[in-house]
């Protein structure tokens, strides 16, 4: 059986705002003891009291996410130049035996043109396409026996252009989409290959979310 100690470890790991706001001082002790205190005793089949979990709360060692945190912060430095793109539309199509070939015909319309954003994600059961307006009237012709899943209209994106080591580093991804979630910006979508990560927003969201990339780059 775990002890309190683990088991509190375990919850707060889970939530890592809240793990952040504790190292920050920004969480009352009490106040988190008494809000976790249901979950630790239904993990431990008993009753525990708020002093003991207090106890174990401020017991958590800061070591392991400070030098995380430190590292991601010493990367985010490192990013390399933002490339913004607005007007743009999302779709979601349900996967199909026609739908690939549909999606070769698209990107030989687009070619090397880099006036046009396309981009395609392929899920298990859906795939996701993301164009510039210019390509519209081509996937509404192209993709209109296609079974619509959804679609957006007044999208935005910003690619970010990642350092090579971002890959021996854990959380990049969670550090950059944390400023956002904070700012309660929601992301649309997130499209990411081996060193660029683009995120799409709605565009009354774009110069915000611009602004605080840009700051994530000088902190």
Do not use: C
Not at 106 to 118: D, L, P
Not at 130 to 152: P, Q, R, W, Y
């Amino acid at each position: 059986m775990k002890t309190i100690q683990e088991t509190v470890e375990t919850i707060i790991h889970r939530t890592p705002f809240i793990e952040e706001a504790m190292q920050d001082k920004l969480i009352n002790v009490s106040s988190l003891a008494r809000l976790i205190q249901p979950e630790v005793e239904k993990a431990m089949g008993k009753n525990v009291k708020t002093g003991a979990i207090m106890m174990s709360i401020n017991r958590m060692s800061p070591i392991e996410l400070l030098k995380i945190r430190k590292n991601i912060r010493s990367l985010s430095l490192k990013l390399g130049d933002f490339i913004v793109r607005s007007d743009l539309f999302d779709y979601t199509f349900k996967n199909s035996n026609t739908l690939h070939k549909r999606i070769s015909l698209i990107f030989a319309k687009t070619g090397n043109n880099r006036e046009s954003f396309f981009t395609v994600s392929q899920g298990i059961f859906e795939t996701n396409i993301v164009i510039s307006s210019n390509l519209k009237k081509e996937i509404d012709s192209i993709f209109k026996k296609e079974e619509l899943i959804s679609s957006m209209a007044k999208l935005a994106s910003i690619t970010i252009k990642l350092p090579k080591t971002n890959l021996e580093q854990s959380g990049i991804y969670y550090f950059i989409l944390k400023q956002l979630a904070w700012a309660n910006i929601p992301v649309q979508e997130v499209i990411s290959t081996t060193h660029e990560i683009t995120l799409v927003v709605k565009e009354a969201d774009i110069n915000k979310t611009f602004s605080i990339l840009i700051d994530l780059k000088k902190t």
